[in-house]
């Protein structure tokens, strides 16, 4: 692959290791980050430079990257008076790995587009350390020309990047993973609290089922740690409460019912009302411990 000038907006637990592949895989790196300091943190650590706003990181860089919060964060970062799109170049390719809306993704798209911006809303999953490892799955939307030349790039830090359709419905497609994560989990703690109240070893449990139908990520990666009543670590709730708030707005638009996502996005809000904001979201076996 060649080398190419990167710029990375938002250094958080997704971002700061994402733009570490992209360094180690020999691109040109400029980072920008609300909290300078972590910025500068990831400088010592990968060499690049560091910007000051996000029009000066995206200025003369041939793919721009943002892995931000919300929407309002992401139309800030890409619109604003110094965002991105109001210094790059023609040709050149925006693209958002943030979960955010459908909506502020066709927005982009539209206003990359009117500047000869190419656009991708890219959301990931694979959690801290997919990311960490390198092994995240990207969904993607947006126009295919621009998809192949960004592929490459993509997989640095991917196992799997995807074009799923047009403009949003990469974001469309990381809702319908937040909605089957939800469900899953809420199950997965039911059936562990009814193994131990029922008196089983879970742990035993667990290696028996998780060879049948009931195998999923979510039970080989947590199904001990919530049998060891262990949270600190991992995807938090109040980002899951984020992601599903956007699932639940967008099913309000297209039609679709969701009453389990519902229910458990109560169940998450109970989390937070015990202080488990920043909990992993395997917590929800707390609510049926307790």
């Not at 592949?21 to 300091?37: D, I, K, P």
């Not at 997989?155 to 497609?173: E, N």
């Not at 009453?259 to 488990?276: C, E, H, K, L, W």
Request: aromatic residues 6%; charged residues 20%; contains cysteine.
């Amino acid at each position: 692959m060649d080398t190419q000038s990167v710029a990375f907006l938002g250094l958080g637990v997704m971002g700061y290791p994402m733009a570490g592949h992209l360094s180690r895989a020999g691109h040109n790196v400029t980072v920008y980050n609300r909290t300078t300091e972590k910025a500068a943190q990831w400088l010592e650590k990968h060499g690049g430079t560091q910007a000051d706003t996000p029009a000066s990181a995206a200025a003369g860089a041939d793919f721009v990257m943002m892995c931000v919060g919300n929407d309002n964060d992401v139309r800030a970062v890409a619109l604003g008076p110094d965002g991105a799109l109001a210094a790059m170049r023609a040709g050149s390719t925006l693209v958002d790995h943030t979960t955010a809306s459908a909506t502020v993704a066709r927005e982009l798209y539209a206003a990359a587009k009117a500047r000869k911006v190419g656009f991708l809303d890219a959301p990931v999953s694979g959690g801290q350390a997919g990311a960490e490892g390198g092994k995240l799955t990207v969904m993607v939307g947006g126009d295919a020309d621009v998809f192949a030349k960004a592929q490459p790039v993509l997989s640095t830090y991917a196992r799997a990047v995807t074009l799923l359709g047009d403009a949003g419905a990469g974001q469309l497609t990381k809702m319908v993973n937040q909605i089957c994560i939800a469900g899953l989990l809420q199950a997965l703690a039911e059936g562990i609290n009814f193994a131990a109240r029922a008196g089983l070893d879970v742990e035993r449990v667990l290696d028996v089922i998780g060879k049948g139908a009931a195998q999923s990520w979510q039970m080989d990666n947590r199904g001990k740690t919530m049998a060891a009543d262990k949270f600190d670590f991992g995807f938090a709730v109040d980002w899951m409460r984020k992601d599903l708030s956007i699932c639940l707005a967008e099913s309000r638009v297209n039609g679709a019912a969701l009453p389990v996502t519902a229910m458990v996005d109560q169940f998450y809000s109970r989390i937070q009302a015990r202080g488990g904001t920043r909990w992993d979201t395997s917590s929800l076996i707390r609510l049926l411990r307790d």
